[in-house]
């Protein structure tokens, strides 16, 4: 160190020279206050003067910032808005679900799954879409063979959110499912699978939001109105789900710049 500076940093415990014994090892406990102040000056004067973190890039998944955007959703195609009493309804109807989760986690947590459901991992963003959407869905498979019309494979066509599945996820697990099927939707179409594990991941969402949470349901009810917007054959089933996950997010979460206006 420049000695202009360490006339800026004085010491807080400034310490002289030691008389200490020959046999003195630096290495084994001190045994007196001269020996361990000698140890630390030792131990100081060893450390770089700067220090630089071996960072392995392979274990950086996630980005380490959260980008919200501003930008509200596009209109519902004409005749499609949804009401204000309807929207209304929807939310009284999804705060009650929530509701009797929260009551009924701890009991539905403790129920046994069956043998065939095996819950992947956290980090398992390729599980968690099979696991969800299925085979079927996931894969682009547009029909069934008629050996899978025999009975329902949960592999095949995705396990729905059973009570006994999503009380099972934590915070962590939730927000990651649901990153995971807003990335899918972000490219694929929407069907009636997503819907359901989208409604059911938001129902487990606990509030406030944390900035993680809040950007990506805002991302999901921009992307349901730019897949309503293009949807030429007016299914009103698939608007009707649509508009729904773009109400729970407006209104319920509080995202009011995203609203539909009633019609």
Not at 49 to 58: E, F, G, K, L, Y
Not at 148 to 164: A, Q, R, T, W
Not at 229 to 250: D, F, G, H, P, T
Request: hydrophobic share 35%; aromatic share 8%; proline share 8%.
């Amino acid at each position: 160190m420049e000695p202009g500076l360490e006339e800026l940093m004085p010491r807080l415990l400034p310490v002289g020279d030691c008389d200490l014994t020959e046999d003195f090892d630096p290495t084994v406990p001190p045994r007196t206050p001269q020996e361990y102040l000698k140890r630390v000056q030792i131990e100081a004067a060893r450390c770089p003067d700067v220090v630089v973190a071996q960072i392995d890039p392979r274990k950086l998944k996630k980005k380490p910032t959260v980008n919200i955007s501003i930008s509200g959703c596009q209109p519902a195609p004409e005749g499609y808005s949804p009401t204000l009493k309807w929207q209304q309804q929807q939310v009284a109807n999804f705060s009650a679900v929530r509701q009797s989760l929260n009551k009924h986690r701890n009991h539905w947590r403790s129920q046994h799954l069956d043998s065939n459901v095996t819950m992947p991992k956290s980090e398992d963003e390729e599980g968690w879409k099979k696991f969800c959407l299925g085979e079927r869905v996931y894969s682009e498979i547009d029909a069934l063979s008629d050996n899978e019309n025999l009975g329902i494979d949960y592999m095949k066509v995705g396990f729905p959110p059973l009570l006994s599945i999503v009380s099972r996820m934590n915070q962590a697990t939730v927000t990651s499912v649901l990153e995971y099927l807003i990335s899918w939707f972000g490219e694929k179409k929407f069907t009636p699978e997503l819907g359901r594990w989208l409604y059911a991941l938001l129902a487990c969402l606990e509030k406030p939001l944390l900035p993680e949470a809040h950007s990506l349901i805002r991302q999901l009810a921009r992307r349901c109105s730019e897949v309503r917007a293009l949807e030429e054959s007016k299914n009103e089933e698939q608007i009707s789900a649509l508009n729904l996950i773009i109400c729970l997010v407006s209104r319920y979460f509080d995202q009011r710049d995203l609203a539909d206006e009633p019609s």
